[in-house]
T-cell receptor, first 112, second 115 residues
């Protein structure tokens, strides 16, 4: 049973436009959510996180929105840049746990 | 952010041999580290949780005797792939977290190819 789902395996956007990556979760115990960016043959790089006590967190071009009632979060990148092209993973944790549960990732391609 | 270093970044070994991968937290102490495996075009699959000073906790379906994990100090965890076979070829990544419910920092990953 997949507790963190990223239903879009890929997304393609034009440079300068907004990229919206979506993530759904099923485990009500999750209270901390993260987004990671990954290039091929490299480890994931932390991007941004959000605690369940918030519904929005912003860091530069990256904003994460959390809708707890819908068990849904999204990552907005604006404006999108070609260097943003990578696989984006959504992850969640909860219950004072070190362990992260990852989604399957979404490949973002930003076209010049 | 914190730094997690993983070594080697790539390794080629012969079938039947063992390979050790190291994961170090360079600027913080990590009582818990994690080992992941990633197949092409697939997500990160958690293999095991490495606990300093105690036995690792393995995920269902991961062979304990195949993937030996040692967390000998607060800054070092090792994964040894024993009697490697071509199907063990994959990208292995470690991570460490400073505190519960905070971001995990990942190593650079190790590309293992078994020939």
């Amino acid at each position: 049973d997949q507790q963190v789902k990223q239903n879009s395996p890929s997304l393609s956007v034009q440079e300068g436009r907004i990229s919206i990556l979506n993530c759904d979760y099923t485990n009500s115990m999750f209270d901390y959510f993260l987004w990671y960016k990954k290039y091929p043959a490299e480890g994931p790089t932390f991007l941004i996180s959000i605690s369940s006590i918030k519904d929005k967190n912003e860091d530069g071009r990256f904003t994460v929105f959390l809708n707890k009632s819908a068990k849904h979060l999204s990552l907005h990148i604006v404006p999108s840049q070609p260097g943003d092209s990578a696989v984006y993973f959504c992850a969640a944790s909860g219950g004072s746990n070190y362990k992260l549960t990852f989604g399957k990732g979404t490949l973002l391609t930003v076209n010049p | 952010g914190a730094v997690v270093s993983q070594h080697p970044s790539w390794v080629i070994c012969k079938s039947g041999t063992s390979v050790k991968i190291e994961c170090r937290s360079l600027d913080f102490q990590a009582t818990t580290m994690f080992w992941y495996r990633q197949f092409p075009k697939q997500s990160l699959m958690l293999m095991a949780t490495s606990n300093e000073g105690s036995k690792a906790t393995y995920e269902q379906g991961v062979e304990k005797d195949k993937f030996l994990i040692n967390h000998a100090s607060l800054t070092l965890s090792t994964l040894t792939v024993t009697s490697a076979h071509p199907e063990d070829s994959s990208f292995y990544i470690c991570s460490a977290t400073k505190l519960p419910n905070t971001e995990a920092f990942f190593g650079q990953g190790t590309r293992l190819t078994v020939v």
